[in-house]
């Protein structure tokens, strides 16, 4: 018998930056990506905001 878990909810946060550092006086600009995922990973969606 095999028992799997429910991976329909989100459980992590995932961010994701670039530049991968910051410095304190730049750069300008940047992108910063945040999604939600499941226990295993997987891009999930969330109820409400």
Known sequence: M???TNNNH???ILLKTTP???PV???KFG???IE???SGGL???SNQD
């Open 43 to 45: 891009p999930t969606t």
């Open 31 to 33: 992108y910063i990506g």
């Open 25 to 27: 006086d730049g750069p």
């Open 10 to 12: 989100p459980t992590q």
């Open 20 to 22: 991968n550092d910051f």
């Open 2 to 4: 095999t028992i799997y």
């Open 36 to 38: 939600l995922a499941t």
